[in-house]
Every structure is written in structure tokens, then in C-alpha cells.
């Protein structure tokens, strides 16, 4: 018998797997929701973290802490494994569906075989759930995949050890002790407050609207101290973290948003509605940047796009996260 | 066979793109629309051009909630969203 799991897509594969464990557990969350009860939402620009030999932008928080903040703030349980040893890793895995429980797993998206050929590329932070295993198969639910599919075990274990930046070491993740009912307003709340003071008061210029500002400055001097080909190389780097690697687009904010929009039912707080409709026009403001950075690397530039335009609309991005995190702090707090 | 609307959409994306080789004169409407099957030779950077050029001109908005991975599938995807968002 085929095992049941509630296979959604989503835009994101952290958000969508944890979203989708916690309804195989009976708490039914949205993918919005989980990754705003996360505190996905973030930025840095670490230009001495190399991947693929270019610099780390980042549009969310780091990989593994949505599940992690998720659990700790719903009172969740969730376990992690990571293995040297290829055959203990699947040994386990097998174990662990053998007594029924979905597992979670780091993957390397290259090596996973049902991947279109587009969406491939070698990033070795991306979830999945297992949740059944048929003959040398097992039954995988993707979230960034329309349907669940089945994966054969050498190309399961491939993916799971995959070597290179943010090797998985085979990790598996799995929930325990889920409660039968959580309160999701303290823990909407604190997330909320704690993605505020990543963005806007943490100490360090990578980080937050004054990594944006820093990424700015970098950008505009990206043609004189790399040269044209290696500038639009770093640039198309930036736009692929923002709209692509699971963001939904809009660089993560669209999914804020709609998380904003669902916090403001649950916390019955109309004003979140507002928010909600800012950080869209927010995203839209990144996705335009995206659109002119994207014709440049392209080769096909209209009007002003060039370096300095594109580091002027991301200073734009960064004064209006600034004052937006500031204004949403002050609300979520004034209601205690 | 293209639908009006998918032929109005590889007119729009020939354009948004700047496509270099002229498409084939009747893609299928279920051929990848990106990566190295697409007939019209377009990568990630070139969908981010067409989903904005999508919201402008059928405001249709396409985000987290239907991610341009699912819709940029194919011509027939795309049109099918369009054609289920049109405002």
C-alpha cells in the first residue's frame, strides 16, 4: 500500500516541507505562514562567502533555521541526522519509513533525476520530504514539484551526499511530538519582531538594509574593479538569488507578504493588511531591478540601465525596508 | 496548434527578449518555455522579463502563491493563468 502524505507545492522548498510535515501531523499551515512563523525573511551580502566562485547574496535566512525557528516557536519537536557513511545514511532513512515517519532531507538539486533539465544546477541546500519507499524507489514529495515522484536509491544517495558548498553529509529531518493544538499569536509576533531587528538593528554592514546599501556600493563599482564580463556575471548572480532558487520573487517578499495578509486574521490586527500591500510594492521595486539587471546581463539595455541605476533602485529597496521594519516593529509592538 | 492567446504570447516574448533566431512558426504550445529545450532559447534572467512583462499588459500577477516555475512551464501554462487571472 502507498503511504499517504500531503503533497502542496510551493514556491520555496524549506517553507513548502515544513509546511507540509506539520500538516501530516494534523497542524495545517501554509507555506506563507510557516515561512513568516520562521522569520524567513532576510538579507546579507557576504562578498568573501564564495558559491560558484561569486559572492553569497541571500534574500532569506540561512538554510535550516526556518524549520528550526518553526518548530521551537510551536513547540515542535524535530530531530536531525547527518551521516559520513553513505550506507548508514540510507540504512537509516529505510529504518525510519519502515515505522512510518516522513523524513525530511537535504538534497543536491543537480543529482536528482526529476528535475527538468532547467531547474538544475548545483545547489546543495534543497529539501525534500520521503515518505514511502517501493521496491529500489522511494516515493518523494518535492514541494517545488507539481506531483510526488519516485526516485531511484543510487540518485537519492547521490543527492544526499553530494559534495561542494553546503554539502548535506546525507542530513534527514523528522518531526516529534507534535501537539494536538499550538496558539500561532505569540509565535507570529515574536517572528515578526525578530525579523525586524535582523533587517534593520543588527550591528554589521552585510547585513539587513545596510548590507543592501553596502551591495549597492559594491555594485556600482563592479565594472571598473572586475570588468564588464565578470560584473554582469556578479550581477545575474544577484537577480538568480532574488527571483529564482525558490523565492516566489520579489527576492522572498512576496511570500512575506502573504504571510502579513494571514498574520493580520490570526492576530485580528487590520493594520498588517497595509503592510502586507507595502512589502508587495516592495518586492515589485526588487523585481525591477531584477527586469533591468536581467536586460543588461542579456546584452540588451534600455534607457538608464546601467550599474549606477541599478545601485540607485537598490538603495530605493534598502530606505524602504528600512522604514517599513521600523513602522512594523513599532505596531507589533504597541500591541504587546 | 496555438490558441490566439499563445500566439499573442510569443509575439509579446519575441519582443520582451529580443529573440536572436526567429522562433519556429508554430511551436508547440507544450514545449518547455525555458531552459535548453525552450524553442525560443530563453533562460532564468529572460523569465523574470516576461513575468513582469505579463503583469503589465494582462495584469495578472504571478508570485508566491502561483510561482513562475509552475506557470512558465510552457505556452499552454502560461496562457492558462492568464486566462484564469485576467482582472
Known sequence: ?336 | MLSALERELVDMIVETCRCAESPPADPSPDAPLIGPESPFGLDSLDAVEIVVAVQRKYHTRIDSQETSRKVLRSLRTLAEFIQNHRK
Open chain 1, 1 to 336: 500500500m502507498t503511504p499517504s502524505f500531503p503533497h502542496r507545492q510551493s514556491a520555496h522548498c524549506e517553507s513548502g516541507v515544513c509546511a507540509n510535515l506539520l500538516t501530516h501531523h494534523g497542524l495545517s499551515l501554509s507555506e506563507a505562514m510557516t515561512f513568516g512563523i520562521g522569520s524567513g525573511l532576510f538579507f546579507a551580502y557576504f562578498p568573501f562567502v564564495r558559491i560558484n566562485h561569486l559572492p553569497l547574496t541571500t534574500f532569506r535566512s540561512a538554510p535550516g533555521r526556518i524549520l528550526r525557528q518553526v518548530a521551537k516557536r510551536l513547540g515542535v519537536g524535530v530531530t536531525f541526522r547527518t551521516f559520513r557513511d553513505a550506507g548508514k545514511g540510507m540504512a537509516e532513512l529505510d529504518r525510519l519509513l519502515a515505522e512510518g515517519v516522513p523524513v525530511g532531507a537535504q538534497t543536491g538539486v543537480y543529482w536528482l533525476p526529476y528535475f527538468p533539465p532547467a531547474l538544475r544546477f548545483h545547489f546543495n541546500a534543497h529539501n525534500l520530504v520521503v515518505y514511502g519507499k517501493e521496491g529500489d524507489s522511494y516515493r518523494i514529495s518535492d514541494p517545488v514539484i507539481a506531483e510526488p515522484v519516485l526516485c531511484g536509491a543510487v540518485d537519492l544517495e547521490r543527492a544526499r551526499f553530494a559534495r561542494g558548498p553546503l554539502a548535506p553529509n546525507g542530513k534527514l529531518f523528522f518531526l516529534t511530538n507534535v501537539p494536538k493544538r499550538i496558539d500561532p499569536v505569540p509565535a507570529i509576533r515574536e517572528a515578526i519582531r525578530e525579523v525586524c531587528r535582523l533587517m534593520t538593528r543588527i550591528p554589521i554592514p552585510l547585513i539587513g538594509v545596510r548590507g543592501m546599501r553596502y551591495l549597492a556600493g559594491r555594485m556600482e563599482s563592479w565594472p571598473s574593479r572586475l570588468g564588464e564580463r565578470k560584473a554582469l556575471l556578479h550581477l545575474g548572480n544577484v537577480i538568480r538569488m532574488q527571483e529564482e532558487v525558490g523565492t516566489g520573487g520579489g527576492g522572498f517578499r512576496f511570500i512575506y507578504a502573504a504571510f502579513l495578509q494571514e498574520a493580520a486574521a490570526v492576530l485580528d490586527e487590520h493594520g498588517l493588511l497595509d503592510f502586507s500591500k507595502r512589502m508587495t510594492t516592495i518586492g515589485d521595486h526588487w523585481r525591477d531591478f531584477a527586469v533591468a539587471g536581467a536586460r543588461l546581463c542579456k546584452g540588451r539595455p534600455q534607457g538608464n540601465d546601467d550599474f549606477p541605476a541599478l545601485a540607485r533602485i537598490v538603495r530605493e529597496c534598502a530606505d524602504a525596508e528600512h522604514g517599513f521594519f521600523r513602522e512594523l516593529d513599532s505596531l507589533v509592538r504597541s500591541r504587546g
